[in-house]
């Protein structure tokens, strides 16, 4: 019934979110314009756009992290597993159990590496010491850092590298083991090895998780992603395979940001 | 021009050095002539025709029982408060409720011993009929009413200044906003936090008006808060308002109580600065 | 329609769905009912929680509300134009205000020029021309930790120094100069914040007519910080005006059968007539009445005073 309506390509068996007709408002601007479109499983989806187009503010609806800010609205459905994540059905702190989120800035607690990893497993109810231990090292481990930081768990998050912050904070979501990782330009505030890494880790992970990523650069989208999506002004102008975006872009505006003749 | 700019900016340190003399100079002859151990005994007994007595314990007693029943009243509603204002209430909903908070700050002392002499001691009265008309629990509650504003808007200056997307990244992890504020912005904004609290209790130590409408002027050392206590700055002002001529030791006597109450307060403040700054989270 | 036909195609849709994940991933703590239980228990706490929160925000309304509430209830009736004009009088009916009203101005006389002189003096040291960091910071501290000095210990300076070392007695200047030293603080750090927030072009811009830095500051810093240099006076004058301890430890009689005719007279002001009207209701019942009546005239002013700052503040605020 829902999905009848004409929806943007590619369609996929394995869609984990379906997005029907979304608009979302900060006051009285329309920051996303009735977007509709599938986000499939198993996939790294990457998110570009000049500055202001609504891709940060997608990401940040697919975990509802956006209605941390005042005077947001919005209308329409967002499908997670077949269940509206505006409904009552689930709540919220579920979401986001099952959706990790890494932002741009590296954002680890002041407390040690170890209490960084274990702090959401803990929240949610686990307290037996070898347990945690195994978490934060099959995290650490899935997030290439546990090698860097094996002999330095009980320090502050604080000594690390900004590269070494930001994987502590994949680490972190991965803790939680959840089925979607958001990624809101994740490699904004790092130096190229460290983009590299973080990069090499997507890659190795995508097997697991479902990744949905927002990029400031098209490099980084073509490299690492297989759909890719084109906002601009809060619409939702192309949505395809990665290659295709970047070979044939189906619009001309697609083609035009690509190109580099604006953003 | 500078040189009167100078001369103005000079005059706090003055009033510094000036109370410092004053205290000073005045409550050294006092201890001329009554030994120190004297005032760490619990005899006061400074209007005695012959061999009044100076020991300071039932003040010391009086200030700290009146100060501790402050805080048990303001660090919890106050804490909550600041963590309602800072962590969930909207931004309409904060609108209203600080001025709430800001007006009950610009209440004058006198108006809160009113109160707490005309309605808080009768009400309690009800509720414990051996309180008596002066006592150290109802003066004791409304200074604490009092400093509700100070712990609350100094700690959630604190909360606030803990940066935002800690709090994102912890709510992404899928906790609530009570788990975020406890083990994450509280933790962040201890130092802050543990400040307000100190300035509070310095607060409640100077406290002049409440105590002395309300608690009245006994002397007997005592730890039933139902009864009568007398706090410092209740000493001080009931030795200048009246029985004390000058030159003698009970006139003396008050500067050294004024000594004792201005290191105490001194001191805490010099602590709450110290602790705010040594113990700042770098982000 | 059918809308149980389709209520089972759907449920039956989430357990596929289920059986789908746990097959495809081990079966994770996060997803058991354990910790889904645990889950709705914390949802629960933190609603609950934010209840509480609130109710303790709301108590400052609440006591405020009683207190105020109290207070006219006690002042109705007493409150009236013959006591506001009325001089003081032992017998409850005929007693007024009129000498505590007069007081409080005289002693305002003396508080505000001073403050304001005296701390716009000392921000502009503090912000134009101290150089060495030493000093300033040492001034700085000094300020922040005189602001932390209870009240009654400036009775005792005033007490000390102006009533007794020179001579001022218990007169309006010697309770307006010990309150200006109790106000000065605020006085400081509001002006400092103004001048600070003073745009550097404006500045820059006197300097390039030629102007010499006393001319800058006269006619374009103090100018502009003018709004925020006038929100601390108030602040500072709503402050000592309220203000009891230092004035009885400076032996501030109620008793004043003359009002004040200059700064050398004694007088007394609201909150004295207050206190003393507090301590005497065991004598006399009615002087609740009247220190009620007292009360309700202090808080106007006061409100008068704070909602003036709060309007000026948002008046002027960043223009340029």
Known sequence: MLNQEKRKQPQGENSIYKVSHLNLWYGDFLALNDLTFDIQEKEVTAIIGPSGCGKSTFIKTLNRMVELNTNVRTEGEILYHDENIFGDAIKVETLRTQVGMVFQKPNPFPKSVFENVVYGPRIHGINDKNKLMEIAEISLTNAALWDEVKDRLHKNAYDLSGGQQQRLCIARSLATEPDVLLMDEPTSALDPIATYKIEELIDQIKKDYTIVIVTHSMQQASRISDKTAFFLMGELIEYDKTEKIFSSPADQRTEDYITGRFG | ?283 | MNVETSMKSFQQQKANHINNTSSAKTKSYFESEQAKDRLARRILLDRVLQKVFFLSTIFALLVLGILLQRIIGNSIGWLNLDFLTGRLSINPDKAGISGAIIGSLWLMSVVIPVTLVLGVSTAIYLEEYAKNPKLKNLINTNISNLAGVPSVIFGLLGLTVFGRLLGLGSSVLAGGLTLSLLGLPIVVVSSQEAIRAVPGFLREASYAMGATKWATIRRVVVPTALPGILTGAILAVSRTIGETAPLVVLGIPTLILKSPQGVMDDFTTLPIQIYYWTLDTVLTREYANLAAATIVVLMVVLLTLNASAIIIRNKFQRRY
Request: charged share 10%; no cysteine.
């Open chain 2, 1 to 283: 021009m500078p040189l009167f700019f100078i001369v103005a900016a000079l005059i706090s340190i003055l009033t510094t050095l000036g109370i410092v003399t004053t205290l000073v100079v005045d409550a050294s002859k006092f201890f001329a002539v009554v030994p120190l151990g004297e005032i760490f005994s619990t005899n006061l007994a400074p209007l005695r025709a012959e061999n009044p007595t100076f020991g300071f314990l039932p003040l010391l007693t009086g200030t700290l029982i009146t100060s501790m029943i402050a805080m048990v009243v303001a660090v919890p509603i106050g804490l909550t408060a600041a963590i309602y204002l800072s962590e969930y209430a909207s931004a309409k909903k904060k609108k209203w409720l600080k001025p709430i908070m800001e007006l009950l700050a610009g209440v004058p002392t006198i108006v809160y011993g009113f109160f707490a002499y005309s309605f808080v001691t009768p009400l309690l009265m009800n509720l414990i009929p051996s309180l008596n008309a002066k006592n150290a629990l109802s003066p004791g509650i409304v200074m604490g009413i009092m400093i509700i504003p100070m712990v609350s808007s100094l700690s959630e200056d604190a909360m606030e200044s803990v940066p935002h997307v800690m709090r994102e990244g912890s709510l992404a992890l899928g906790t609530t906003r009570l788990e975020t504020t406890l083990f994450v912005v509280i933790p962040s904004a201890i130092s802050g936090i543990v400040a307000s609290f100190i300035l509070a209790i310095s607060r409640a130590i100077g406290e002049t008006m409440i105590v002395v409408i309300a608690s009245g002027s006994s002397k007997n050392l005592t730890f039933d808060v139902t009864q009568s206590m007398q706090t410092m700055t209740a000493y001080i002002v009931e030795f200048t308002s009246g029985d004390a001529g000058s030159g003698t030791v009970g006139y003396y006597s008050l500067y050294a109580v004024g000594l004792l109450l201005f290191l105490f307060t001194l001191a805490m403040n010099l602590f709450a600065q110290y602790i705010a700054r040594k113990y700042r989270e770098e982000y």
